[in-house]
Each structure stands twice: as structure tokens, then as C-alpha cells.
């Protein structure tokens, strides 16, 4: 989706490495979200930011930071990458509640 | 746990049989959103329902939402080879957050 865009798309971390993953979107929606994906387990939430300048924690924030400088950027920061964080990452982006989700390409991590 | 529950986990059927996927919880949301995935892409919407015992049909797929708008169901008629995919129900909650059940992988064999 052209509308938002995460870099990098693939990414190899050694175990204690840190990392930020970039997200940014040129649809001017107030909401951001970061989700990870895992075999079986859908999408789970790490963390979300309804508006500017504020972030919530989802369903699986540890081990995760987030910042929400911008109306247009929302990044996801590992300070010591683990083995078990090793997943897709994806980033998404909403306008009102009950409108569609957009989501980005995706970010392919592997922790060894 | 998630806290919205999908099923079946998997599903592999004939060309032309009809399925349900399902997708239950315990909390109410204010609207319930079903996506399709694609292997290396991200989710894209198929339908969102906001009221409860909403029906909505797209083609030949049926959509409901629970009364008590705490579950819903995917119904295909006559399922084809292009209906493959992951099948995702996510449930908007307060605050704007959105969550997403496990997913059903559907696979049509031809």
C-alpha cells in the first residue's frame, strides 16, 4: 500500500542488538499501530498511538518502545533484540473508529 | 490468549462446498472488520459491520454480527480457488485500539 510505508523489509540482529523499525504515512489518518505476526497466532498488538503525541500499549509491549513524534511517523524500537522476537512486523494506519485499517509491506526480522 | 477467538484454525475444502469461519470474545466491540491476507502482503478489508445483527453480503460471501456485537461469522457460498488465504476478524475497541483474532487459513482445492 503506497499510503504506508515501513523500512527496512527484511532484517538479520544478532541477540542484545537493538533496532528501530521506521513508519511512515502519507494518508493524514490520526491512529497508528504496530502489530507483529507469528505462525498461528494472527496479529497481536504491541503498541498503538490514537492521535500525535500519545502511545498506548497493546496486547505484547515488552521488550518494545515506541515514539509517535509526528502525525506521519511511528517507529518501533528493540533495545535488546531476543530470539522470540523474531517475527513480521507490520504497521498500520486508521482514520475513525470503524473505518478500514491500511497496512504496510512488512518487516521481516530474524534474532539469532 | 486473544481475545478474539477464531475458527476453525484451518479449513481445506472442494470447489464449490460452502464453509463458515468464526469469531467470538467475551467484550463487545463497537464495530468488527474482516480482512484477507495474502501470502507477503498485509491485510486488506473485506467488510466492516457496526450495528448488532448486521447481515452484509459482498458476492458470495455473508457477513453477520452478533446481537450482543461480541461475534460474527464469515460465510462463503460455493467456495472457489481464489478464496484462498488467511481470513482475519478484528474488533475495534475504545480509544481506537484494534484487535485481531488468530486467523483462519482456507484452502480451496480445485
Known amino acids: 500500500n503506497a499510503g504506508v510505508t515501513q523500512t527496512p523489509k527484511f532484517q538479520v540482529l544478532k541477540t542484545g542488538q537493538s533496532m528501530t523499525l521506521q513508519c511512515a504515512q502519507d494518508?493524514?489518518?490520526?491512529?497508528m499501530y504496530w502489530y507483529r505476526q507469528d505462525p498461528g497466532m494472527g496479529l497481536r498488538l504491541i503498541y498503538y498511538?490514537?492521535?500525535?503525541?500519545?502511545?498506548d500499549k497493546g496486547e505484547v509491549p515488552n521488550g518494545y518502545n515506541v515514539s509517535r513524534l509526528n502525525k506521519r511517523e511511528f517507529s518501533l524500537r528493540l533495545e535488546s533484540a531476543a530470539p522470540s522476537q523474531t517475527s513480521v512486523y507490520f504497521c498500520?494506519?486508521?482514520?475513525?473508529?470503524?473505518?478500514?485499517?491500511?497496512f504496510g509491506q512488512g518487516t521481516r526480522l530474524t534474532v539469532v | 490468549t486473544q481475545l478474539l477467538e477464531q475458527s476453525p484454525q484451518f479449513l481445506s475444502i472442494q470447489e464449490g462446498e460452502n464453509l463458515t469461519v468464526y469469531c467470538n470474545s467475551s467484550s463487545v466491540f463497537s464495530s468488527l472488520q474482516w480482512y484477507r491476507q495474502e501470502p507477503g502482503e498485509g491485510p486488506v478489508l473485506l467488510v466492516t459491520v457496526v450495528t448488532g445483527g448486521e447481515v452484509k453480503k459482498l458476492k458470495r460471501l455473508t457477513f453477520q454480527f452478533g446481537d450482543a456485537r461480541k461475534d460474527s461469522s464469515l460465510h462463503i457460498t460455493a467456495a472457489q480457488p481464489g478464496d484462498t488465504g488467511l481470513y482475519l476478524c478484528a474488533g475495534a475497541l475504545g480509544g481506537n485500539k484494534l484487535v485481531f483474532g488468530a486467523g483462519t487459513i482456507l484452502r480451496v482445492k480445485s
Open positions: 494518508m493524514n489518518h490520526n491512529s
Open positions: 498511538s490514537a492521535s500525535e503525541g500519545t502511545t
Open positions: 498500520a494506519l486508521r482514520g475513525k473508529s470503524s473505518t478500514e485499517a491500511f
